[in-house]
């Protein structure tokens, strides 16, 4: 099994920075695809960000493009989301997701604990 331990939220003023980390105890990690999800008090939760297995190829919700990047270490198990320019509304509790597909109908995929992110003055 995976499991992932997300790291790296705080309190941040609007602007700011932070990066997130997510460390995955599993030797197969450089087999998944990892992603970024987001979830505000009362709002459903958001895909924000994926990377592929090797690191070729990432995509982003629109709402954050130009601002965040994802980006991989498997050297370390560690998938990394790089937040820039933060605004209010990134203020959510950010899980570290991974998925690996083994057929159209068998699927791998673990879920992190969450990371508080708040964006305030």
């Known amino acids: 099994q995976v499991q992932l331990v997300e790291s790296g939220g705080g309190l941040v003023q609007p602007g700011g920075s932070l990066r997130l980390s997510c460390a995955a105890s599993e030797f197969t990690f450089s087999k998944y695809y990892m992603r970024w999800y987001r979830q505000a008090p009362g709002k459903e939760r958001e895909l924000v960000a994926g990377?592929?297995?090797?690191?070729?190829?990432?995509n982003y919700a629109d709402s954050v493009k130009g601002r965040f990047t994802i980006s991989r270490d498997n050297a370390r198990n560690t998938v990394y989301l790089q937040m820039n320019s933060l605004k209010p509304e990134d203020t959510a509790v950010y899980f570290c997701?991974?998925?690996?597909?083994?057929?159209?109908?068998?699927?791998?995929?673990?879920w992190g604990q969450g990371t508080q992110v708040t964006v305030s003055s």
């Open positions: 997701n991974a998925i690996r597909t083994i057929s159209q109908v068998s699927i791998m995929d673990y």
């Open positions: 990377i592929s297995s090797a690191g070729g190829s990432t």
